[in-house]
Antibody, heavy 120, light 108 residues
Framework: QAQLVQSGSEVKKPGASVKVSCKPS????????LNWVRQAPGQGLEWMGWISIQTGIPTYAQAFRGRFVFSLDTSVNTAYLQISSLKAEDTAVYYC?????????????WGQGTLVTVSS | SHELTQPPSLSVSPGQTARITCSGD??????AYWYQQKAGQAPRLVIS???ERPSGIPERFSGFSSGTAATLTISGVQADDEADYYC???????????FGGGTKVTVL
């Protein structure tokens, strides 16, 4: 079954950095784009931005410009989300989501989510 | 700005029809997508491109869009449909996306 597999939960102190990984299982990234989505505790889904698998160029939603970095390592077919200068309000589940759209199809896969807890 | 508005909650009895609306000024030019999220799980796509139902999604889920509003309809609601539902739109030109605030569907 095709899916995205994310790295495990993280607990970090304020000011630290964290790197979340996302790797496809059962399919390859080719032709897809990779989105990152945040869900704070008890809150809704928030689109953070996307990265082109073809070019590696990221696009960030306004609220996520600055401390958030999307990257790819094509040698290991893995995408990454790095958050620097962590704050308590960064505590959330972070999902990677990948989709590919054509005239008669839309393929959509999600990771299981990675809980990042920022606490002193 | 690109915003989508959903009602926060909706209660429905089993067997009845649930209709969830998603409103946004950009919807006449953009497709709406609908996701179901059950507690502790990742979201699951239930409708793409306004009306298309992915493989494996029950026929009781349907979508419609007209003007500035998109609607997800769940016909013959079952207890298993209790979840949060989110709409999403994608701006093809700017590639930016936005989720609606989500609607919590409670099956009475």
């Amino acid at each position: 079954q095709a899916q995205l597999v994310q790295s495990g939960s993280e607990v970090k102190k304020p000011g630290a950095s964290v790197k979340v990984s996302c790797k496809p299982s059962g399919f390859t990234f080719g032709g897809y784009i990779l989105n990152w989505v945040r869900q704070a505790p008890g809150q809704g889904l928030e689109w953070m931005g996307w990265i082109s698998i073809q070019t590696g160029i990221p696009t960030y939603a306004q609220a996520f410009r600055g401390r958030f970095v999307f990257s790819l390592d094509t040698s290991v077919n893995t995408a990454y989300l790095q958050i620097s200068s962590l704050k308590a309000e960064d505590t959330a589940v972070y999902y990677c989501q990948s989709d590919k759209s054509g005239p008669s199809y839309f393929f959509d896969f999600w990771g299981q989510g990675t809980l990042v807890t920022v606490s002193s | 700005s690109h915003e989508l508005t959903q009602p926060p909650s909706l209660s429905v009895s089993p067997g009845q029809t649930a209709r969830i609306t998603c409103s946004g000024d950009a919807l006449p030019k953009q497709y709406a997508y609908w996701y179901q999220q059950k507690a502790g799980q990742a979201p699951r796509l239930v409708i793409s491109k306004d009306t298309e139902r992915p493989s494996g999604i029950p026929e009781r889920f349907s979508g419609f869009s007209s003007g500035t509003a998109a609607t997800l309809t769940i016909s013959g609601v079952q207890a298993d449909d209790e979840a949060d539902y989110y709409c999403l739109s994608i701006n093809i030109t700017s590639t930016l996306r936005v989720f609606g605030g989500g609607t919590k569907v409670t099956v009475l």
